[in-house]
């Protein structure tokens, strides 16, 4: 299981350096305008996205039919191993939302709206698969 979250990891990093890469080299060398650019960068953005919110699902699904197949925990280590993985993705979860507020009010007052438009999206995003998860544990619990 965590062998493919790595996997899937690598491959979402691969994806959004290797796109902005050739967008970048794209645009230093006079192939890509700036308006062709900052597309290509909001649709790496959304695909980055959506890619992310698959295998995020992907991984949720295969958690809770494994987490649904051993039950609750038997142990005390195990109870409070769930309980500090809620904690962490809460605390994630209030990272990301005080960031998301520090993103726009940067973006906002700099004029960007594409930049914060496509940040924003993938943070809530985040933030909603991390809810799930939370949720999920909960339940568990």
Known sequence: ????IILNAI???AVGFGGLLLLTLGQSRGILTPREQALGMLALAIGLGALMAFLAGQAVKKSHFDNAKSGPPENDLAGKQSRSKILLAEAWIGALAALLV????IGVREHELLPVVAGG?????????KWQRV???KKLK
């Open 135 to 137: 949720r999920m544990l």
């Open 1 to 4: 299981m965590k062998k493919r």
């Open 11 to 13: 491959i979402t990093l």
């Open 121 to 129: 999206a993938m943070c809530l995003l985040t933030i909603y698969i």
């Open 102 to 105: 520090l993103g726009v009010v």
